[in-house]
């Protein structure tokens, strides 16, 4: 057994929805969870700066002594996870790869589409990996560069305007492509899921790469006995880079649950 604490990051508040699972699957287990809002978002940015903030972030949370981190950030992971799982000495689950195994095996018709950062659809982070495990299969990949900032500003319901015309614009190409699969290759973009299911229709299926990231944390735990045994609920602690002003309401509508707990502000560039 180990009590120690699972680090989990992204570059914003999209990582609550890898949160989430790991409280369904794991939930004895105590979580740090440090979202970069004050330098959301990541996708924009170039390789080097992608990996001086990935680096910045597990800093700042291996001083909590954690046991393992999830890095519940695509673009992150794309750019860097290779990397920080050679120069740390623990765990470091990416999104990326468990997200593409399992749009390998849910698809029937082998058109997977992809969408996320400009910075993810660039590394065609997702292609070959999905060919691993399915070589048959073809990938369209689009980048979604609004979905973020619609997402952090709350334009997340089924019905906003704004928010319906940016995904049908984005989503089209894909749609008339004909993809059975569609991989939400952020994880923001599980926040607008209800909005792109009914643009896309019924038969298409959506991989949550949160869920697939913590799922993978989950497997890699219980094989190396790395379970906190915990019989009562595990705690979670909130930082950020950015003002706590309006977190908690955001926060409750990535976890589905009310988020009670005091949030902090750090200074990330200390790390």
């Not at 990397?83 to 698809?107: H, S, W």
């Not at 619609?150 to 049908?168: C, I, K, S």
């Not at 908690?248 to 988020?259: E, T």
Request: charged content about 20%; hydrophobic content about 40%.
């Amino acid at each position: 057994m180990d009590k120690r604490p699972i680090g989990v990051f992204d570059s914003g508040l999209g990582g609550l929805t890898a949160v989430r699972q790991l409280m369904d699957q794991l939930p004895g287990e105590d979580i740090i969870y440090f979202g970069d809002t004050g330098r959301v978002p990541y996708g924009s940015r170039s390789n080097e700066t992608i990996l001086k903030y990935t680096r910045q972030d597990i800093n700042f949370l291996m001083s909590f002594d954690i046991k393992a981190i999830v890095i519940a950030c695509n673009t992150a992971d794309t750019a860097a996870g290779s990397i920080v799982q050679r120069e740390y000495d623990l765990p470091i689950c990416g999104a990326v790869r468990p997200t593409a195994k399992k749009a390998a095996m849910v698809t029937k018709n082998n058109r997977i589409g992809i969408i996320g950062t400009s910075a993810t659809i660039r590394a065609k982070a997702y292609d070959g990996i999905i060919r691993e495990y399915n070589p048959g299969v073809e990938v369209k990949s689009v980048a979604c560069p609004l979905f973020v900032p619609l997402v952090e500003n709350y334009r997340t319901q089924p019905g906003d305007p704004v928010t319906e015309m940016v995904v049908a614009e984005y989503l089209q190409p894909l749609k008339d492509w004909g993809c059975d699969t569609l991989v939400l290759g952020c994880t923001h973009y599980p926040l607008l899921s209800e909005i792109i299911s009914g643009f896309m229709g019924p038969d298409v299926a959506l991989v949550n790469s949160g869920r697939e990231a913590a799922c993978q944390l989950a497997e890699t735990l219980r094989r190396a006995n790395m379970l906190s045994g915990n019989s009562e609920p595990g705690k979670v602690r909130y930082y950020i880079s950015d003002s706590a002003e309006g977190f908690s309401n955001m926060a409750s509508a990535f976890l589905q649950k009310p988020v009670e707990q005091l949030v902090s502000k750090i200074d990330i560039e200390r790390y």
